[in-house]
């Protein structure tokens, strides 16, 4: 009687042990195969083929790979003006991924930048940024343009300044002349400006389909170069050009390039000092700049490094605790101990032992990395306050795409989006 009470003791804890083992299984194999930095590598395209314009509904979608639908919950897109965010679509593929289809509309056409997406991923949040796109108006709308470049950086447009180059006398300037928004160029015709030598140096190709979906014909098309030698000091006009060039509807149009000046000055070595000068600042520039992706870098890579730590310790602990556990019941066994109280007690330490380290392991670390932290969740109110960049923070509550964080004793409101959690 003894051996069989002890046989069903045995055999009712290693039925509990093995029902505890199988649910704590299948909560990992539930979830993604796929690691957070590949997750963070993701990017929200555009279908292909399609063509970005105004007032249409643009297709973009994201796969993320080696995770079920289940596993990913979507938040709600809130976007800025002029962007409008119509639907979405979650569905599975054959190869288990997670397919998001997303549709968006433009009110204005430019270069735009759309919210990055928010997803919970088995519990933690991510936000996967989405291609900057130019969209521009239909075709029907859009109007031959002509712009210019000078082989020294500036540009001629309707938004260029009254002057946008300093030159000394005598010196040669060079510049390409462009076209937009045109399926072909007819003629070229340009005046000869006084106190100055001019001329034509080169004609480009131009080859244009006229097909919204071309790339090439909705940006600038470079049409001939020239090569300007003012003679005369001052504020001398840009030589006028005028082209004839055939519209996206059929219409033959004439464009001429927008009225610009530059400043001709008597002194070559002023130019090279100013040039120097400005090649000083903008290198200087390009350090700090480097300077300071070196440091956000850093920065991410020490708290990235710090919760794989943190999860490598929490794993150490299961083994060990679990061992433990193991070693316990096996003496306990050997012993021959006919209570159940021991293995009952084996058995509670070991759900416990599992809860925690469920627990622990999805377990978020939150780090603010910049922006304005507020006292009230609005963009145009509430008193600024000061969090160091780049440090952990607890968060308290979320409210339509902000956070309200804590950071010792100072608690404040931020976007969303200048939370990361890992």
């Avoid at 704590?24 to 970005?52: C, M, R």
């Avoid at 390409?176 to 045109?182: A, D, E, G, L, R």
């Avoid at 060990?320 to 101990?337: E, S």
């Amino acid at each position: 009687m003894e051996k069989q009470r002890e046989y069903k003791n045995f055999r009712f804890i290693i039925r509990l042990l093995t029902f505890i083992s199988v649910l704590f299984t299948g909560s990992l194999f539930a979830s993604p195969l796929i690691s957070e930095d590949e997750i963070n590598k993701l990017i929200i395209l555009p279908e292909e083929n399609i063509e970005l314009v105004t007032q249409k509904e643009i297709k973009f979608h994201l796969t993320i790979p080696k995770t079920s639908p289940l596993a990913v919950e979507i938040s709600t897109p809130i976007e800025q003006e002029n962007i409008v965010f119509k639907t979405l679509r979650k569905t599975g593929t054959k190869n288990n991924d997670t397919l998001i289809e997303l549709w968006y509309i433009f009110e204005t056409s430019g270069e735009h930048k759309i919210n990055p997406l928010e997803l919970k991923i088995a519990g933690h949040y991510f936000y996967i940024p989405f291609q900057s796109l130019f969209i521009t108006d239909p075709m029907e709308k859009m109007v031959p343009k002509l712009s210019a470049k000078f082989s020294s950086g500036p540009w001629i447009s309707a938004s260029s300044s009254s002057s946008v180059i300093t030159s000394p006398v005598s010196k040669k300037i060079k510049f390409t002349v462009y076209i937009q928004y045109s399926s072909q160029v007819l003629n070229i015709d340009y005046t000869l400006p006084k106190n100055s030598l001019f001329s034509k140096i080169k004609d480009y190709e131009i080859v244009s389909s006229g097909n919204p979906n071309n790339h090439f014909s909705y940006q600038m098309i470079p049409v001939c170069d020239f090569e300007w030698t003012p003679m005369a000091k001052g504020e001398i006009k840009v030589p006028s050009i005028k082209i004839k060039a055939l519209s996206y509807d059929g219409t033959i149009v004439e464009v001429t390039l927008p009225e610009t000046f530059i400043t001709v000055s008597n002194s070559s070595i002023k130019k090279q000092n100013n040039f120097q000068d400005k090649t000083f600042q903008d290198s200087f520039s390009a350090i700090e700049t480097t300077e300071e992706e070196i440091i956000l870098e850093n920065s991410l890579e020490k708290i990235s490094q710090k919760v794989k730590e943190r999860k490598k310790l929490i794993l150490k602990f299961l083994f060990i605790a679990l061992g433990t556990l193991i070693l316990f019941a096996v003496i306990i066994y050997f012993l021959k101990i006919k209570s159940p109280v021991p293995y009952l007690i084996l058995s509670i330490l070991l759900l416990f032992i599992l809860i925690t380290f469920t627990a622990l392991s999805k377990k978020q670390t939150a780090v603010y990395t910049e922006g304005a932290v507020k006292s009230i969740p609005e963009l145009n109110s509430g008193k600024i306050l000061q969090i160091t960049e780049y440090s952990e923070v607890k968060i308290i509550k979320e409210i339509n795409g902000w956070y309200c964080i804590q950071s010792g004793t100072t608690t404040g409101w931020t976007k969303k989006e200048n939370v990361r959690i890992y």
